[in-house]
């Protein structure tokens, strides 16, 4: 028979408000997505909303986990730019112009114009290789 003491009453409804609340909480699993490939002016293009015209390959994915800590090891970090804030650099014993100064200057022009060339549908390639180039000639 059932024991339905005012005790195990209070534990049976807290069961269920467990329930509640996990499913009020949106406990899901990850949905699909699609990602499209698209050709527009003659380069391709890759998006989660459907093309204009026809999609040239459609596929479906789960979304990515997030990044765990040790997988961007072999990743470059940034170079900071300009000084710290309140550095004057005086007294330091280093020139304040580094030299080849013009390669530098002529990297980023050059990644400028390329990106301008590109328009924002620039590729990774294209992006890695004048990021690259610039901060080699600006070390």
């Known amino acids: 028979m059932l024991d339905l003491t005012p005790w195990s009453r209070v534990v049976r409804m807290m069961k269920v408000l ?50 765990e800590p040790g997988a961007t090891a072999g990743v470059r970090k940034p170079v900071r730019a300009g000084r710290r804030a309140g550095h004057s650099g005086a007294g330091s014993g280093r020139s304040a112009r580094r030299p080849g100064g013009d390669a530098c200057t002529k990297a980023r ?31």
Not at 35 to 50: D, I, L, R, T, W
Not at 114 to 137: C, E, M, P, Q, T
Request: proline share 4%; with cysteine; charged share 15%.
């Open 18 to 67: 467990d329930l509640f609340l996990l499913l009020a909480a949106g406990v899901t699993t990850p949905q699909q997505t699609q990602v499209f490939k698209c050709m527009e002016q003659g380069q391709a293009s890759y998006q989660s909303m459907p093309c204009d015209g026809a999609a040239l390959k459609v596929w479906s994915v789960l979304p990515q986990a997030s990044i």
């Open 109 to 139: 022009e050059g990644r400028d114009a390329a990106y301008r060339a590109a328009g924002l549908k620039r590729g990774f390639a294209l992006s890695s290789y004048w990021d690259n180039h610039v901060h080699d000639a600006c070390r």
